[in-house]
């Protein structure tokens, strides 16, 4: 089970860290995603790492502005996203999968989904 959090309303040019929990003895052995979907639009891969948290995989959208990173001994995944634009803002939602399955937006395991709001 996923759930992230973390999600809420900021100025463009500004911050914010989502983290996603897992419970469950396999998280360490999946990789974790973060998946968007911006208010009517298709959802859009974002980020991903693998289970060991040595490989990560950007959307060129974000790339240099958001950084994933993983604990697996706390269970958990963030999203730390700088320099937001109000082109960001989405529901975000980290889901656990294989990196590849991840990057085309799909995945077995969902958490719930936290909003995020980008002002310009």
């Known amino acids: 089970q996923l759930q992230a959090y973390g999600g809420g309303l900021v100025q463009a040019g500004g911050s914010l860290r989502l983290s996603c929990a897992a419970s469950?003895?396999?998280?360490?052995?999946?990789?974790v995603g973060w998946i968007r979907r911006p208010p009517g639009k298709e959802r859009e891969f974002v980020a991903v790492i693998n289970w060991s948290g040595d490989t990560t995989y950007y959307a060129g959208s974000v790339k240099g502005r958001f950084t994933i990173s993983r604990d697996n001994a706390k269970n958990t995944v963030d999203l730390q996203m700088n320099s937001l634009k109000p082109e960001d803002t989405a529901v975000y939602y980290c889901?656990?999968?294989?990196?590849?399955?991840?990057?085309?937006?799909?995945?077995?395991?969902w958490g719930q989904g936290t909003l995020v709001t980008v002002s310009s």
């Open positions: 469950g003895r396999t998280f360490g052995t999946y990789a």
């Open positions: 889901a656990a999968d294989t990196p590849s399955r991840l990057m085309k937006g799909r995945a077995d395991y």
